[in-house]
């Protein structure tokens, strides 16, 4: 039997930067290619999509990252793997949905509609959902697009306020304007647009999905999209592990398996764990030279596995207390500090290991680079608390 082929862990750190655009000579020139090169880039804190981007080009500007989502719309704003938000390709879109989207739509449409019937706002909650859906989706339709707060003006039963979770951590209240316009999307019907405001705001433009994307989306059956997915994160991520990618899709185990063998994924060997690669990935990558990046919190490289020792990625200080990664710094390949941004702009940042004073001088460069990327622009966390070293760093 032929022996499986190895992957070091520092073969695994190049792939990574030539792979996901960190590596200077690998640096894009487009938007939708960044995004691209790493399926997709994790938006639930809207700066985290331009920051991601802006790490990864080499002219990077604002105009373009909203070009790309609003006007030229070749990356789509869309609930993906992990019930979690994700700025994805196009042509990627009706994949997402079939592998991961329409799942999470049903489990939440039954979730939503038993706290309807527990709040008392309706005897039959799924039917109180597809009758306020319906009249939520016209009102769009009337309007072309629409803030939340103005349909909710149209359909006065999306104001009802609704206290869940009594007691849990989970818990808290909500507007039914949240769950409905929640769902609606996750059926394919909606799409959030341009938000309200600066490029930090999460305050979106809403629009009906034919209008955004006309002829609507290709159907795919889940196990066919399931694949595709599978394949799409090998090449960005791979090699990975099956609990890396159960973890980062939310998928079963048995899900994540039939996808893997779906492709055809080679078993390799990472450091005494089975990973996996596509077929034909299994030569070896060669050096880059020595690159640096500052990566915002939930950056899509930091959130690519769940077994993240392999660039660093394990050291508690860098998670707040639901597991969600603050800004990192990178140094060929693995994370070795953290960064943030100050009230006055300025750049604040801390080492967890000696780089030396080539690679501190690159790091120098870089931060200066992405403060005047920002210029008076604020980056405050929208989805996440402050991790250990970042509130060190800010005082």
Request: charged share 25%; aromatic share 8%.
């Amino acid at each position: 039997m032929k022996a499986r082929r190895s992957i070091t862990a520092a073969e695994r750190r190049t792939r990574l930067g030539v792979r996901h655009r960190l590596a200077g000579s690998a640096r894009a020139t487009d938007v939708a290619d960044v995004a691209r090169s790493l399926v997709a880039l994790h938006a639930t804190d809207p700066a985290t999509v331009f920051l991601a981007v802006a790490a990864r080009m080499h002219d990077p500007t604002v105009g373009a990252v909203e070009q790309a989502l609003y006007d030229d719309r070749s990356l789509v704003r869309i609930l993906g793997m992990r019930r979690t938000m994700f700025v994805v390709p196009i042509a990627l879109v009706p994949v997402v949905h079939a592998a991961c989207t329409r799942a999470i739509a049903a489990t939440q449409r039954r979730r939503y509609a038993a706290f309807i019937e527990e709040g008392g706002i309706a005897d039959d909650g799924v039917a109180w959902l597809d009758r306020v859906g319906e009249a939520t989706v016209a009102a769009l339709e009337r309007r072309g697009e629409a803030f939340a707060t103005e349909l909710s003006a149209d359909v006065p039963e999306l104001r009802a306020q609704l206290q869940y979770g009594e007691g849990k951590s989970w818990g808290g209240t909500t507007s039914m304007t949240t769950w409905v316009l929640t769902l609606l999307a996750a059926d394919e019907r909606i799409v959030r647009g341009r938000p309200r405001g600066s490029w930090t705001s999460s305050q979106y433009r809403w629009a009906p999905i034919a209008a955004w994307l006309p002829g609507g989306e290709t159907a795919l059956e889940t196990p066919t999209a399931q694949a595709e997915l599978a394949r799409q994160w090998l090449a960005a991520f791979g090699p990975g592990t099956l609990d890396d990618l159960r973890w980062w899709t939310g998928w079963t185990k048995t899900t994540t398996r039939a996808a893997m063998a779906a492709v055809g994924a080679v078993e390799v060997n990472l450091d005494g764990a089975t990973g996996y690669v596509l077929p034909d990935d299994l030569e070896p990558v060669s050096a880059t030279e020595p690159w640096v990046a500052l990566l915002p919190a939930l950056d899509s490289t930091a959130m690519g596995w769940t077994d993240r020792g392999f660039y660093g990625g394990d050291d508690k200080g860098l998670y707040d207390r639901s597991g969600n990664i603050a800004a990192t710094i990178w140094c060929d390949g693995r994370v070795v500090g953290c960064w943030a941004q100050r009230p006055d702009g300025e750049i604040a940042r801390r080492l967890l290991v000696d780089v030396g004073r080539e690679a501190a001088a690159a790091m120098e460069a870089e931060a200066d680079r992405t403060s005047a990327w920002l210029g008076s622009a604020r980056i405050t966390p929208r989805s996440r608390a402050r991790s250990p070293i970042e509130r060190e760093l800010l005082g």
